[in-house]
């Protein structure tokens, strides 16, 4: 990763500029194929990385509407097109919600990804239901936390999961009961009406024995390769939304619904801070303007 000087981006028919105050973050960005090629697998790079974004929109593009100059905005921006790591971004208009003036760009540049991921998960393909149990794997990360406080706001009794120095995190963001991976037996859990899984590999086949007949497992690591006797096993990659944004950051502003952000770090040290020495606790989010 290098900074480097690059043109003001355009907006194409339905697109916005947004002027990029804040940026979020996902680690695995590099190994996905979107990083690297367009729609028709040719390679673009150098790619500029980043998804989430919120900022304040300086243009707009033929035919947009919905959105206005000056306006502020947060939202996740298309897969295959240069990020949000930047000063200016051009993204689809529909890909963005308006982001209320006592939301921080901060906070809404963390939103997004993990927001929406915890979401679809969990209403659109799981299918949750107030008395139900959700089993969320790594209940102490970005995702993990949205999962865990969306569902037991929707009346599920939550279990989390993660490493012994999770416990106390898991449980501060709502989880009923937390399961060290390492140390504690998966199976002692007991049988759960939705698996969110974030792990695979041998985790998610211990977890798709644990789903009662009719439950859910839902991955986001791809393909599942071990699904449960009789339920349904999904996998998805999030995709924007303008209405469940504003769902989510409605929680924010109401305090039902807080962030889990771990490093805020400013567009000239974007560099040191995706590619940190220690392991990555929370949200990583990168200050593009103050």
Sequence with gaps: MTLRDCPEPTPAINDVVVEVRASG????????????????????????????????????????TGLSVGQRVFGLAD???DGTL???????????????????????????????TAWQGLFQLGRLQSGQSVLAHGAAGAVG???????????AWVIGTGRAADREKALDFGAHEFVDLANDSLEDVGAV??????????????????????????????????RPA???????????????????????RDGRLRTNIGTVADLDDAVTALNPADRIK?????????
Aim: aromatic share 6%.
């Design 25 to 64: 973050w996902v680690p695995t960005e590099v190994d996905w194929p979107s990083t690297w090629t367009d729609r028709a697998n040719r390679a673009r790079t150098p790619s500029i990385l980043g998804h989430e974004l919120a900022g304040v929109v300086t243009a707009l593009g033929y035919g947009t």
């Design 79 to 81: 897969w295959h097109r």
């Design 86 to 116: 930047a000063e200016y971004v051009a993204i689809e208009a529909r890909n963005l919600a308006p982001l209320p003036g006592d939301v921080d760009f901060t906070v809404g540049a963390s939103l997004p990804i993990s927001g929406l």
């Design 145 to 155: 936390t949205m999962v865990t406080q969306l569902a037991r706001e929707a009346g």
């Design 193 to 226: 009406d939705l698996v969110f899984d974030v792990i695979g590999g041998d985790i998610q086949k211990s977890s798709a024995a644990l789903i009662k007949t009719g439950g859910t497992l839902v991955s986001i690591v791809g393909p599942v390769e071990s």
């Design 230 to 252: 009789d339920g349904l096993a999904v996998d998805f990659v999030v995709e924007a939304d303008r209405a469940q944004l504003n769902e989510i950051v409605q929680r924010v």
């Design 282 to 290: 929370g949200k990583t989010i990168i200050q593009v303007r103050p």
